[in-house]
């Protein structure tokens, strides 16, 4: 059973920055696809950044392209989620998902590993 722990979240001023981090429990991460979700309270859960197993696809929600950055160490086991210029609109849980495949997709349906999601707060 894969585990994903998420880390990173808080609260931060418009503008300002975070990173996510997404450590998974085993060592085929290599050959694993993995993705941010985000859902905001009262809204459905949307796509936000996915990353191929080795990095070599990636694709962002329109609403996060230039300021957000998935990237992956599989030395480490981790995703990472660097979010910059953060704006109120980003506020959610954000939570990382895998799939047993090398390449990505934007649909939740697809992964079936998920973190417990860690809070995203973007005050104004």
């Known amino acids: 059973q894969v585990q994903l722990v998420e880390s990173g979240g808080g609260l931060v001023q418009a503008g300002g920055s975070l990173r996510l981090s997404c450590a998974i429990s085993?060592?085929?991460?290599?050959?694993?696809?993995m993705a941010w979700f985000r859902q905001a309270q009262g809204e459905e859960r949307e796509f936000v950044a996915a990353i191929s197993s080795l990095a070599t696809t990636i694709k962002y929600a329109d609403s996060v392209k230039g300021r957000f950055t998935i990237s992956r160490d599989n030395a480490k086991n981790t995703v990472y989620l660097q979010m910059n210029s953060l704006k109120p609109e980003d506020t959610a849980v954000y939570s990382c998902?895998?799939?047993?495949?090398?390449?990505?997709?934007?649909?939740?349906?697809?992964?079936?590993?998920w973190g417990q999601g860690t809070q995203v707060t973007v005050s104004s």
């Open positions: 085993e060592r085929t991460a290599s050959s694993t696809a």
């Open positions: 998902a895998a799939r047993r495949a090398n390449y990505p997709t934007l649909y939740a349906n697809d992964y079936i590993y």
